[in-house]
């Protein structure tokens, strides 16, 4: 059996045991934010932050700073419920032929007591620099394993999972469908969002998450 772990994972390793499909970046149903609505609490709390973030520099600013004032503030305005963000969380699913784990930066999902039991979305904080890995790969590892324990909470056939990474301010959103999860190779499928960037555009960023949630409980 294959163990692949998140910060190593590779397209060739993800291609030696799921069938990949890749969509294209666009405009989608899950990305149309026109009928989401924020509360005034809301908009007044993305004012500020992308208020703020208009005067700082965020290509010279550390990951952990990046995510203190600008990644983790949207993920928090996103919680509904029992919904809720957690930071630095640890996931860990099986398959038939290879098993996923490792660390996810953050993860937007159903709490219980003081863990994630259903993750909605998971966010990989990008690397900065030349010699920096590509995300997505890493991303598509915490997708699989994230619909994995959807399955393993309700059965259905057809997992839909969301993920995004960050570079900086800047936010790019995955939509996942991973089926056949119990046959040797299950199928993944990706769509893909536009770039979004914070400072100009925290707005929109928001009402995707909060479209995200929704869709989530909507389906449950």
């Excluded at 890749?22 to 932050?49: H, K, M, P, Q, S």
């Excluded at 630095?88 to 039991?117: C, H, N, P, T």
């Excluded at 959807?150 to 056939?157: H, L, R, S, T």
């Amino acid at each position: 059996m294959s163990k692949l772990t998140f910060s190593a994972v590779s397209l060739e390793d993800l291609q030696a045991v799921v069938e990949l499909r890749e969509g294209a970046i666009g405009r989608y149903g899950w990305n149309d934010v026109g009928a989401i609505v924020l509360t005034e609490f809301e908009r007044r709390r993305v004012l500020e932050v992308s208020a703020y973030l208009l005067d700082r520099d965020t290509t010279l600013m550390n990951e952990a700073t990046v995510w203190g004032k600008a990644i983790f503030p949207l993920l928090t305005l996103a919680e509904d419920g029992d919904v809720e963000v957690w930071a630095e969380v640890m996931l860990r699913a099986q398959y038939a032929k290879f098993m996923l784990e490792g660390v996810v930066d953050g993860v937007l999902g159903r709490s219980v007591i003081g863990r994630v039991e259903a993750p909605y979305l998971v966010v990989v904080e990008a690397k900065k620099g030349v010699e920096a890995q590509s995300p997505v790969y890493q991303l598509y590892g915490q997708l699989l394993a994230a619909a994995h324990l959807n399955w393993e909470m309700d059965g259905k056939e057809v997992q839909e999972v969301f993920g995004c990474y960050t570079i900086g301010d800047v936010w790019k959103f995955v939509r996942a469908e991973v089926s056949e999860i119990t046959s040797d190779r299950p199928l993944f499928r990706t769509e893909y969002s536009r770039e979004y960037v914070e400072k100009l555009e925290a707005e929109t960023i928001l009402k995707l998450l909060k479209g995200i949630v929704l869709r989530q409980l909507d389906a449950g």
